[in-house]
């Protein structure tokens, strides 16, 4: 299971961090990613994780401005986000998928992922 937490209402130009907490799999055999969705909008991958080896990718509308980060220790993923923008309201999901051979190309792809966490509500007024 994944457990998602960390969302709330800011203003621009604020920062939060988001955090999926991962139970019930082995977490180093995993790409964590997160996406979101906006009403209206399709979901969207905006950063991925592989957690063996910590090797990172971001989409390029959070390039610069999110991190995403692994405490496998905890078996858990972080996103830090800053200078966050009234475009980056959504609901904030985390997903798990086994790291397979061609999984790392199509990181965007939602449906290649296993597991997914509840969702996390980030709203950034102007």
């Known amino acids: 299971q994944l457990q998602a937490s960390g969302g709330g209402l800011l203003q621009a130009g604020g920062s939060l961090r988001l955090s999926c907490a991962a139970s019930g799999f082995t977490f180093d055999d995993y790409v964590i990613g997160w996406f979101r969705q906006a009403p209206g909008k399709e979901r969207e991958g905006i950063s991925s994780i592989i957690v063996s080896d910590g090797s990172t990718v971001y989409s390029d509308s959070v390039k610069g401005r999110f991190t995403i980060s692994s405490d496998n220790a905890k078996n858990t993923v972080h996103l830090q986000m800053n200078s966050l923008e009234p475009n980056d309201t959504a609901v904030y999901y985390c997903?798990?998928?086994?790291?397979?051979?061609?999984?790392?190309?199509?990181?965007?792809?939602?449906?290649?992922?296993?597991?997914w966490g509840q969702g996390t509500l980030v709203t950034v007024s102007s």
């Open positions: 997903a798990a998928g086994l790291l397979r051979y061609g999984f790392w190309t199509n990181w965007r792809n939602f449906w290649e992922y296993d597991y």
